[in-house]
């Protein structure tokens, strides 16, 4: 994405168009600008990152065994 279309895409998400699913999922409280950056990430940053939080969710998993046993 270059920086044109990154400013271009920012201004969109600060400003979305009346009734359209930007506005909406802004209105629902959606960090657009996330969106964003994932679109800036490498495929090995997002696959990086997938690891992560599935590591983290079979962290929560146990957890969760382990509180239902006690």
Same mark, same amino acid.
């Given at each position: 994405? =270059?920086? +044109?279309?990154?400013?271009? *895409? #920012?201004? @969109?998400?600060?400003?979305p168009?009346?009734g359209?699913? #930007?506005?909406?999922?802004?209105?629902?409280?959606? +960090? @657009? =600008?996330? #969106?964003?950056?994932? #679109?800036?990430?490498?495929? =090995?940053?997002? *696959?990086?990152?997938?690891? !992560?939080?599935?590591?983290?969710?079979?962290? @929560?998993? !146990?957890?969760?065994? !382990?509180? !239902?046993?006690?």
């Amino acid at each position: 994405m =270059t920086p +044109d279309e990154k400013n271009r *895409l #920012l201004v @969109l998400i600060a400003n979305p168009p009346v009734g359209s699913k #930007l506005a909406a999922a802004k209105e629902y409280g959606v +960090d @657009l =600008t996330l #969106l964003v950056e994932a #679109l800036e990430w490498t495929p =090995t940053e997002r *696959l990086r990152n997938a690891q !992560r939080a599935a590591n983290f969710f079979e962290k @929560l998993r !146990r957890a969760g065994e !382990r509180s !239902r046993v006690k």
